[in-house]
């Protein structure tokens, strides 16, 4: 069934018609020993836009939200002017 949607280059094409949600492989920022752990992916609705999903552990508990791509494009580079300031 799910050879049956078109599937976005970096979707992993795992229960994207049940879910109704593509969604790419998790990416962590860090490694072990860091303060937080820090994850993100990057879903998308079927025929909706793109967000990210970030989650933040830190002592066994996570905290998860998603904003909107550009909005993460927006901290990427806010982020980046504040490490090269």
Do not use: K, N, Y
Request: hydrophobic share 45%; aromatic share 2%.
């Amino acid at each position: 069934m799910e050879g049956l949607i078109a599937h976005p280059a970096w979707c992993r094409r795992a229960d994207c018609v049940r879910t109704g949600t593509h969604e790419s492989a998790a990416r962590a920022a860090g490694g072990p020993g860091d303060l937080l752990g820090i994850g993100a992916t990057l879903a998308q609705l079927i025929d909706g836009p793109r967000i990210v999903r970030l989650t933040v552990t830190e002592d066994g508990v996570t905290a998860a939200f998603s904003v909107p791509a550009e909005q993460a494009r927006a901290l990427h580079r806010a982020l980046g002017d504040l490490l090269t300031s």
